[in-house]
């Protein structure tokens, strides 16, 4: 049970760590945000990282849109790179090797995209049984925002270890004749984009060279706030691949992702933007841009599904639409799941939008 630290509500629905309820945050911004603000900084310090992405220092780091600015001895806001003698380098001491975990997962796997997936639960029956293939799943330690509600917040434990580490090379002799696909997420890609898109590569050339029966497909599973030159190299080895790009639009209000993330999400709206529109000037019929939410209890549920889906259906009424049924973790630990009564309701406003595709993902988490 948690209580607005605005207007005194409390209830079930409030987070008791960041102790704002959604009408608050909507209706008194700067309030919100100062509250936020406290607790995205004892967030960060509680995990040995940044409070905010440098600004004063000479070296800076182009990768996301933090465009970080390192003093010597200083670290970007990821905790992956510093300034080193006026130098930026990446801590691990080795910019060629990825701070990951990697995994095989059966297929047909449980990807946010799997229900429109070639490869997913609705595979052609004219394909091999796909069971006997693998998405090579590679799981970055590391990322751009601070959600409160992190539903992959382990990854913090690869990043304050800083290991396991894979070379792409090392990464490359993973990807068998058995593995059909490649995921990359986290953590976020983001900051480590330059190893994912170079394994990406090298791994389409590998099975293009053994003539393998099913195409190699590359995704991306991301929160799209990179520089747009790297987004536009993703998006051309995933369409390459007829593969997919998957964003994860946690809010549409910008008020109320800066409060969940600690920032703006116009980045990530405007690469998604992007990304439509190379689609239909570059090609790449079999490729997928898809987009995902998280239903957060009291937070995100039916008055931001119905926006962010109008914001979709505007670019492109077709663009699939997942709504992910939330599980408490992280900071949002005393929030209850989401509801399946409050899911079925935010699957009718996305449709009401506009939009054409739109799912239900975890449903077994739905309480």
């Known amino acids: 049970m948690g209580t607005c630290n605005i207007c005194g509500r409390k209830s079930r629905l409030i987070s008791e760590v960041l102790a704002l309820c959604r009408k608050c945050i909507l209706q008194h911004p700067q309030k919100a945000l100062q509250r936020a603000d406290q607790v995205h900084r004892l967030v960060r310090k509680e995990l040995d990282l940044p409070e905010y992405p440098p600004r004063q220092g000479k070296v800076r780091c182009s990768l996301c849109f933090h465009q970080c600015a390192m003093r010597d001895g200083e670290h970007g806001y990821c905790g992956l790179y510093e300034n080193r003698n006026n130098r930026l380098r990446y801590r691990t001491g080795n910019p060629q090797k990825g701070l990951l975990h990697w995994y095989y997962d059966s297929l047909p796997t449980n990807c946010v995209a799997s229900w429109i997936c070639p490869y997913g639960k609705k595979a052609s029956f004219s394909l091999p049984d796909l069971r006997k293939y693998y998405n090579l799943a590679i799981f970055y330690g590391s990322c751009s925002l601070n959600c409160l509600f992190c539903q992959n917040w382990h990854y913090h434990h690869l990043l304050q270890k800083m290991e396991p580490l894979y070379s792409v090379n090392e990464l490359l002799e993973k990807v068998t004749r058995q593995v059909a696909c490649i995921c990359f997420f986290g953590g976020d890609p983001v900051p480590q984009l330059h190893h994912a898109i170079a394994l990406s590569r090298l791994a389409i050339q590998k099975a293009e060279a053994e003539q393998r029966l099913l195409t190699l497909r590359i995704c991306f599973e ?22 997919c790009i998957k964003f994860d639009l946690k809010a549409f209000n910008d008020t109320l992702h800066r ?45 931001e599904v119905y926006e962010i889906a109008r914001y979709i259906a505007n670019l492109d009424p077709s663009i699939p639409y997942t709504l992910l049924a939330f599980s408490p973790q992280f900071y949002f630990y005393d929030l209850p799941q989401t509801s399946r009564k409050t899911a079925l309701r935010c699957l009718e406003e996305a449709r009401k939008a506009g939009l054409e595709r739109v799912t239900i993902e975890n449903v077994f988490l739905l309480n």
């Open 259 to 303: 409060v969940l993330t600690g920032f703006s999400n116009q980045k990530t709206l405007d690469n998604f933007a992007r990304i439509v529109n190379w689609r239909k000037t570059q090609g790449g019929e079999a490729f997928l841009l898809t987009a995902s939410t998280p239903l957060i209890p009291g937070y995100v549920e039916e008055e």
């Open 222 to 243: 991301t929160c799209g706030n990179m520089n747009e030159n790297l987004l536009f190299q993703a998006f051309k080895v995933s369409a390459h691949s007829g593969g």
